[in-house]
């Protein structure tokens, strides 16, 4: 069944008419030609396809593009500004955090996800201290809290101290 | 993935009007379990009423010292929620041993008690299952079943299903006697959680006591003083991001050395979180030692039915019992 929407993505809205069963993930990269997210399994698996939707990290591979609404879609893409990369971007450079790039987007916009949940303070399965006020981003946590993400590559080593570098310019390290 | 119509309601009776004309629609929370289960052909609704936006998305306190959990918290923020974490450490546990970041984002309260089992037969629409096909047989009952029940399945005949349920969240729930509020088509009622998951009996593919068209508004979790040292354990074969092979919520009241009050349920072992009310008999008013914890595991265990491949559950679950006990009784 055809639907009309308006899906606000990077900072641009964009109308378009999808059947009822398109993902967030196929409108990005099938319609809208964002190919920044990836897919890899389809099934909340892999992570490769993970935006941020209204400033949160969600699976866009099992959103449906009708339950959007008006929240604010931001891909890896756009989460660069006036063609300046994301200081996460720039980090996953540095520390060499990516092999063939494949599951980078969705990396980055998890981390920035990761960033954000430690300044609300937010725990994880790791942290030990439930009533602690804030949130310290050691490796483990980091870790942990990146787990939705899997890198065929296996860069992981590169991907932590690629996140550690900014959350420790963010004071959340 | 088969068409399906999309619907939006005004309010929650609405929404349960609207799904109460339509035998084959259901309700979308998150979309993190349904949405999975559409694309592989398992679940196959003609409409969809959104919901996610519907029902509340607050934690409110009650006036006893409770809580009220909107049906659509995400389960990321119902972890984070200071009263949980400080009240009820369980179930903040329980939920961050669930899934990822990005699943519990999206995850709803409702939607996460309604996930169906991970049993990979029911997820393969190629292979025999009872609670996909009722009447077309048990594939995991002579197949692979390292992953399922030990406690109170049906071994065999129409209703034969060792499935398990796959809820961290809802084991901590039911240790802490949680309350869920239904909406229905005749109006609202109450239902405790330890009613609300159905063993397989003889119809393995009703999961739920729940009725068509009855829509979550809301879970009520009581007070439990006690609950402010408890604590959620889960195995599991890796280290994140996997279900549980066994898991044990347990909340205990120690006085003197001796167990005053305990609750404790296990997840992985059965059709529904199991709740142990053989184990907390036995450890009432008993000392808290490791030697009562380790007879009251026994005496929950001894009605296990461990099958061919799943037989180092009986272990494993004894051995987390003791072990979640004593930590929280220290
Ligand atoms: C890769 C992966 C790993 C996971 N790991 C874990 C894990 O380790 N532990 C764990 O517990 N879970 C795990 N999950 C499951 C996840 O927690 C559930 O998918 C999620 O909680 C379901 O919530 P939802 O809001 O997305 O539900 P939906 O998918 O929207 O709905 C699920 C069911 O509930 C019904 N429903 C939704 N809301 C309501 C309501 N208000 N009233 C009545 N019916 C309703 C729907 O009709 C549907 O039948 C995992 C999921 C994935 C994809
Ligand atoms: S265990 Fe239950 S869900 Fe799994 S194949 Fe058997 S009947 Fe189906
Ligand atoms: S493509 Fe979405 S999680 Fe793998
Ligand atoms: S860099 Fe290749 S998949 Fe991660």
């Keep these: 069944m055809d639907t009309e929407i308006t899906l606000r993505v990077d900072g641009a809205a964009r109308s378009l008419t999808v059947d009822t069963r398109t993902t967030l993930l196929d409108a990005l990269r099938e319609r809208l030609r964002n190919t920044s997210p990836k897919k890899g399994c389809d099934h909340g698996q892999c992570g490769a396809c993970t935006v941020l939707l209204d400033g949160r990290r969600v699976n866009s591979c099992l959103v449906l593009a009708v339950t959007v609404g008006d929240a604010e879609v931001i891909t890896s893409d756009g989460l660069a500004t006036d063609d300046r990369p994301h200081p996460l971007h720039d980090s996953f450079v540095e520390h060499d955090g990516f092999q063939c790039g494949y599951c980078t987007p969705g990396q980055v916009c998890s981390a920035a996800g990761v960033l954000a949940e430690a300044r609300a303070g937010w725990p994880s399965h790791v942290t030990e201290d439930l009533t602690a006020e804030g949130v310290t981003l050691t490796d483990a946590e980091i870790r942990e809290r990146m787990s939705g993400n899997l890198c065929r590559c296996a860069a992981y080593a590169n991907i932590v101290p690629a996140v550690a570098a900014v959350a420790e310019k963010e004071g959340v390290r | ?330």
């Design chain 2, 1 to 330: 993935m088969r068409e399906f119509r999309y619907e939006r309601a005004d309010d929650p009776a609405a929404a349960v009007a609207l799904l109460a004309a339509e035998p084959s629609g259901a309700f979308l929370g998150g979309g993190t379990n349904l949405v999975d289960l559409m694309k592989l052909g398992v679940a196959t609704p003609d409409v969809l009423v959104d919901v996610r936006t519907l029902t509340s998305a607050e934690v409110t306190d009650l006036p006893d010292g409770g809580l009220r959990i909107g049906a659509a918290v995400p389960n990321a923020d119902l972890a984070a929620d200071r009263r949980v974490r400080e009240r009820f450490p369980v179930l903040a546990q329980a939920l961050l041993a669930g899934a990822s970041g990005q699943l519990r984002n999206r995850a709803t309260t409702g939607g996460n008690l309604l996930q169906r089992t991970r049993c990979t037969y029911f997820t393969d629409v190629t292979r025999p299952c009872n609670k996909r096909e009722p009447g077309s047989g048990c594939g995991a009952l002579e197949g692979v079943h390292r992953n399922h029940a030990i406690l109170g399945q049906t071994l065999d005949g129409p209703g034969a299903c060792i499935a398990t349920h796959p809820s961290d969240m809802a084991v901590a729930l039911v240790a802490l006697d949680a309350v869920v509020q239904v909406l229905g088509p005749e109006g609202e009622r109450a239902v405790p959680i330890a009613e609300l998951h159905r063993l397989p009996g003889d119809d393995p593919s009703r999961d739920t006591t729940l009725r068509h068209g009855e829509l979550i508004s809301a879970i009520e979790l009581p007070p439990l003083p006690f609950a402010a040292r408890s604590r959620y354990r889960k195995a599991r074969d890796r280290a994140s991001f996997a279900f549980a092979l066994v898991s044990v919520a347990a909340a205990v009241d120690v006085a003197d050395g001796v167990v005053r009050d305990v609750r404790l349920a296990l997840g992985g072992v059965a059709h529904r979180p199991w709740r142990a009310t053989t184990a907390e008999e036995a450890l009432r008013g008993r000392p808290a030692t490791e030697e009562s914890f380790a007879a009251a595991a026994d005496a929950e265990l001894a009605a296990a039915t461990p099958l061919r491949d799943n037989g180092f559950k009986v272990p494993l679950a004894r051995n987390l019992v003791v072990r979640t006990l004593l930590e929280v009784a220290r």
